[in-house]
Nanobody, 117 residues
Framework: QVRLVESGGGLVQPGGSLRVSCAVS????????VGWYRHAPGKQRELVAG???????NYADSVKGRFTISRDNAGNTVYLQMNSLKPEDTAVYYC???????????WGQGTQVTVSS
């Protein structure tokens, strides 16, 4: 059974930084893309960043230059480093696993990120 567990969310002031992590376990088979999505109240869920097993990355325009997605050498943990955070980054952040450019197959439980003074 595949399991995704997020951690590292919390409260941070505008301009601050935060890193969230996604621990991936289980039989992931050929699923090759881990993504970070976020869902804010009153807004649609959006893809924030994604990384493939080959290391290719993509970002939403709203976070380019501020957020960085990476994975550890074993590929079991994916990180989202968030810098220069803005109040509009406030959301529940979800880790996902699936194929590139396709709807995710697996989801984590989410971690709350709140940017506020």
């Amino acid at each position: 059974q595949v399991r995704l567990v997020e951690s590292g969310g919390g409260l941070v002031q505008p301009g601050g930084s935060l890193r969230v992590s996604c621990a991936v376990s289980g039989r992931v088979s050929s699923l090759n893309t881990v993504g970070w999505y976020r869902h804010a109240p009153g807004k649609q869920r959006e893809l924030v960043a994604g990384i493939t097993t080959s290391g290719s990355t993509n970002y939403a325009d709203s976070v380019k230059g501020r957020f960085t997605i990476s994975r550890d050498n074993a590929g079991n943990t994916v990180y989202l480093q968030m810098n220069s955070l803005k109040p509009e980054d406030t959301a529940v952040y979800y880790c996902s696993l699936g194929f590139l450019n396709a709807r995710p197959v697996y989801w984590g439980q989410g971690t709350q990120v709140t940017v506020s003074s």
